[in-house]
């Protein structure tokens, strides 16, 4: 790779729990207006890692690894059109072993889109759908564990899937990867509160790393289930300006929420991002 390849010896960097993401990368067709974007949005950098990796470039803020950036392409190497493979971001889950993974998923009612590739030096992935159609990748670390936490402006702070098959959802995480689902409070499981609002985590308070939204009642008709990441902000209100200035758009927001204002936005070739300030908590 190139003088860019994280340092695995970094104390910062250590391995994630299985089940907890572990990475977050962008799939675009417009490689450089996303370096345009978002180097100015949250003050990122980028490393190309060289024809080896596929000029896949990784996203630093500082001396933390945040997240990759690769430019769409099919697998035997043509570039797919907008309708086959759309701009998005993709959240990928630890695990200690890809192919025992893949295996899980499949006993789980899910799809394996392609059998777990290793990548040289750095370590295995592969991607699926949950039986719920949320595309999740999945990352069994090598010398490469993933992307830094330090919670800092400019770097991943949640990860949440918005799911269109909750129930089926909540199976798929717990035998897969794990996961000890845990409603949040006031979630409304069983209905008896009328909310509708229905959420859960994997593992209760401060062991939670990702989140599981009954999303059926808030997307479009027809539109599939999508895992999600929150980037931190210092300033909501100022960085969803800075977006449309941009060339991005604010989908929703800002609004406070009981961990901060947040607000959904999308750059010029349409991946959607969340982006939080934690800075001021609503009390609602």
């Keep these: 790779m190139s003088e860019h390849q994280p340092d695995p010896s970094v104390e910062t960097r250590s391995p994630r729990e299985p089940g907890s993401p572990c990475w977050l990368d962008l799939t675009t067709h417009d490689i450089e207006g996303a370096k345009a ?55 990928y889950l630890a695990t200690k072993n890809a192919a025992a993974t ?27 759908i949950d039986p719920a159609g949320s595309a999740v990748g999945f990352w069994e670390a090598g010398p490469f564990v993933g992307f830094d936490l330090p919670l800092e402006a400019g770097t991943p702070v949640w ?38 609002f229905r959420y859960a985590t994997n593992g209760g308070e401060d062991e939670a790393t990702a989140g599981l939204c009954d999303a059926s009642g808030m997307l479009p008709e027809g539109t599939p289930g999508f895992w999600r990441a929150y980037i931190r902000v210092l300033d ?26 947040v607000a959904t936005i999308a750059d010029p070739a349409g991946g959607t991002l969340q982006i939080i300030d934690t800075t001021t908590v609503s009390e609602g």
């Design 37 to 91: 974007f978002y180097g100015e949005l949250f003050d990122w950098d980028f490393h190309d890692t060289g024809a080896e990796y596929g000029h896949y470039h990784l996203v630093t803020r500082g001396a933390a690894t945040v997240a990759g950036l690769m430019a769409a392409m099919n697998p035997d190497g043509t570039v797919p059109d907008l309708s086959e493979m759309p701009t998005a971001w993709s959240v």
């Design 102 to 128: 893949a295996e899980a998923v499949v006993a789980a009612g899910g799809t394996v889109l392609f059998d777990p590739m290793e990548v040289p030096s750095l370590g295995t992935m592969s991607v699926a």
């Design 159 to 196: 990860f949440e899937d918005m799911s269109i098959g909750y129930a089926a959802a909540q199976g798929f995480y717990r035998d897969v990867f794990g996961w000890d689902i845990t409603p949040m409070p006031g979630s409304d499981e069983d209905g008896s509160t009328g909310s509708g």
């Design 236 to 261: 909501c209100d100022v960085a969803a300006t800075r977006v449309t200035e941009l060339g991005g758009t604010v989908l929703d927001g800002p609004a406070d929420s009981p961990f901060g204002r």
